[in-house]
């Protein structure tokens, strides 16, 4: 049968976060992860359905995409579909082609793993690449140290100090309360923990929230920030750590974090709490 693209409902995105879960491995390259799935389900289930886009054959789910922004497809493909020609050249096609409803003309990007045939074709088109983004990884068989700072688990009750750590530490956030319970009401939240960080003084200075897609395989830490006011005093590196005691609590085998390249202090706070650099990667981009 031909490859269907698809545009799930709210209560089909449950096969979508399901496949992306299926699709973790640690040996596989950096990928769209259920973490980045949950991250944007802040903004609700009904604009997380209109941002998700499927591949299909023969009722199988082979691809998943995040459209994160209207220009930006965050994407992966199954392992064993990857080199798929049917599949990537429907994929390539439903991407260079605006018609077809996933990316609009004009500058656009796709992020898709790095052994795909998909960036082949697309490099054929001339899609140029972008800016370097770099993983890191940190493996958690061992047991993690102490951050050595406060860290607490967040609940319903404290979701509006998670929300105004995440507006302090990212310039431009509209992160709030409301989002916060938007995203705890998502399936992949059911695997995720938000911390917080407090200082001497009990303020809170760092805050994260990590996503496991289940027991022996790659949690993700996404977002990680710090607030503007505490900068410079290690608390990334603490709530870092803490992040990776709570995805080992979890049952996952490593622990995955990506910042741009360019973002040398955050490169350097993660190599600090014990991750390793994975290759760079970078988006496909067509500039018009």
Sequence with gaps: MAIVTGRPRIDELGAAVGALREWQDDAAPTQLHPGDVGWFWRFGAAATAAAIRTWSRDGRILAVGLLDGSRLLRMTIAPDARRDEELAGQLAD???????????????????????????????????????????????????????????????????????????????????????????????????????????????????????????????????????????????????????????????????VCTPSSHVAAVATYRSAGFHDLPEVRDRCRAT
């Design 94 to 256: 439903d991407l260079i082609r605006p018609q077809r409803g996933v990316l609009p003309e004009g500058k656009a990007s796709v992020e898709a793993p790095a052994d795909a045939l998909l960036q082949e074709l697309l490099a054929d088109a001339g899609w140029d690449t972008d800016e370097p983004w770099r993983p890191l990884h940190r493996d958690l068989t061992d047991p993690v140290d102490d951050p050595g700072v406060r860290v607490v688990t967040i609940g319903p009750e404290l979701a509006d100090v998670r929300a105004a750590v995440q507006r302090a530490a990212f310039d431009g956030s509209t992160f709030t309360e409301r989002r916060w319970h938007a995203m705890a009401d998502g399936a992949p939240y059911a695997d995720a923990r938000c911390l917080v960080a407090y200082d001497d003084r009990g303020d809170a200075v760092a805050a994260l929230t990590v996503w496991s897609a289940g027991p022996g395989r790659p949690g993700l830490l996404e977002p990680v920030g710090v607030h503007r006011d505490h900068r410079g005093h290690g608390y990334g590196r603490a709530i870092t750590i803490a992040a990776a005691a709570a995805l080992r609590e979890l049952g996952s085998s490593s622990a995955i």
